[in-house]
C-alpha cells in the first residue's frame, strides 16, 4: 500500500532534521553535480545546431541530425568505434577482475606490516598523472636509452620503438591502466571482505577447508553483491576509456590503434572549433554508454535478482 505524499514529506523532513550533519556533508558534493554535471548537460542541444559562439544558442540555426549523420559517413567513424570498443572490452575483461583478485588475496595476508606495505604500493600509482605515467613508460621502453630494450640489445635482440608501434601500444595502454587502478579499485572489494562474519571463516576451518575452499565458499559470495553493481557500472562506462590517458600514449605512429572517441572529440571541438559536431561525437557516445547500462541491468535483474536501477 503506497503511503500519502504529507507522510513521505513529513518523514523527509524528520530525517533531515534528525541527521542534517550528514545533510550538510552531503551538500557541497550535491552542488558541485548541479553545477559541473548536470547544468552543462543543457548545453548539449548545440549538437542538433550550427552553433557559433558569437550568436550563442537561442540564435543559432537549428540543423536537426546534419552532425550525426556527419560523423557516421566520416572515413574513420568505424576504426574510432572499434578502438574504442575493443580497449573497453579489454578494461572489462582483463582490468576489472584483477583489483577483485588483489583484494581476495590481500584478506588472505596475516602479516599486518605486510599488507600495508603492500597496500600502499598499489595504491600510489592511482594518484599519478596519466602525463606523468606516460613520461616514465616512454622513457623505459625508448628503443635508444630505455632498459627493456637494453636488456633486449644483452641478450641479442633488436630494439623496439614500444610507443610507437601499432602492434604493442594497446596492450602498454590496457597494462598502463591496470597497474594505476588495481590497488583504488581494490578498496570496495577489501571494504566489502571486512564486513564478512568472521564465524562463518572459523566453522570452515574446523570442517577442513583451507584457505582456497574458504575463499571460494564465502569469501567471492558475499562480496558477490558489490561485484554486480561494479560490473554494472563498468559496464555503463564501456566507452569511457579516458581521455588523459590515451593522449598521453598517442602520437602519429599509433594514433590508427588508439583513436577514439575522446581523442576526436578534442581534435573537433577544441582544436578544428567544430563545437557542434563535436557535441554530437560526445552525445553518441554517452548513449552507446546509456544503452549499455540498461541492458545490462535488465539482464543481471533477470538473472541475479540484483540491479542498480
Known amino acids: 500500500m503506497r503511503q500519502p505524499k504529507e507522510t513521505v514529506k513529513v518523514g523527509l523532513l ?133 632498459v627493456i630494450n637494453y636488456i633486449r640489445q644483452i641478450l641479442g635482440m633488436e630494439p623496439i620503438y614500444f610507443m610507437a608501434s601499432e602492434k604493442y601500444i594497446r596492450g602498454l595502454l590496457v597494462l598502463a591502466g591496470i597497474w594505476r587502478e588495481i590497488g583504488w579499485g581494490s578498496i570496495v572489494y577489501l571494504a566489502a571482505i571486512s564486513g ?51 593522449f598521453s600514449f598517442m602520437n602519429s605512429m599509433n594514433q590508427g590503434k588508439i583513436d577514439i572517441f575522446d581523442t576526436f572529440v578534442y581534435r573537433y571541438g577544441l582544436q578544428n572549433l567544430q563545437y557542434s559536431y563535436a557535441t554530437a561525437v560526445g552525445l553518441f557516445k554517452s548513449c552507446i554508454g546509456i544503452s549499455l547500462l540498461f541492458i545490462a541491468n535488465f539482464v543481471s535483474r533477470k538473472l541475479t535478482k540484483q540491479s542498480i536501477i
Open 14 to 146: 524528520t530525517s533531515m532534521r534528525k541527521h542534517k550533519g550528514l545533510y550538510l556533508m552531503a551538500l557541497p558534493g550535491f552542488v558541485w553535480f548541479v553545477l559541473f554535471k548536470y547544468i552543462p548537460l543543457c548545453g548539449s542541444v548545440i549538437a542538433f545546431m550550427d552553433y557559433d559562439i558569437f550568436k550563442g544558442i537561442f540564435q543559432s540555426s537549428f540543423v536537426g541530425l546534419k552532425h550525426f549523420q556527419h560523423f557516421f559517413r566520416f572515413p574513420e567513424f568505424k576504426q574510432i568505434f572499434l578502438n574504442t570498443a575493443i580497449l573497453g572490452t579489454y578494461d572489462l575483461l582483463i582490468a576489472f577482475p584483477i583489483p577483485i583478485i588483489l583484494a581476495v588475496l590481500m584478506n588472505e595476508v596475516r602479516s599486518t606490516s605486510y599488507k600495508k606495505v603492500v597496500q600502499t604500493a598499489v595504491y600510489v600509482p592511482h594518484f599519478l598523472s596519466w602525463v606523468i605515467i606516460g613520461g616514465v613508460l616512454t622513457t623505459l621502453l625508448s628503443p635508444n636509452t630505455g
Open 196 to 246: 564478512i562474519d568472521p564465524s562463518l571463516y572459523e566453522a570452515a576451518e574446523m570442517d577442513g577447508a583451507n584457505r582456497f575452499r574458504r575463499m571460494l565458499s564465502i569469501t567471492i559470495p558475499s562480496i558477490l553483491p558489490i561485484i554486480m553493481t561494479m560490473l554494472l557500472l563498468k559496464i555503463g562506462n564501456f566507452m569511457e576509456i579516458g581521455f588523459e590517458r590515451t
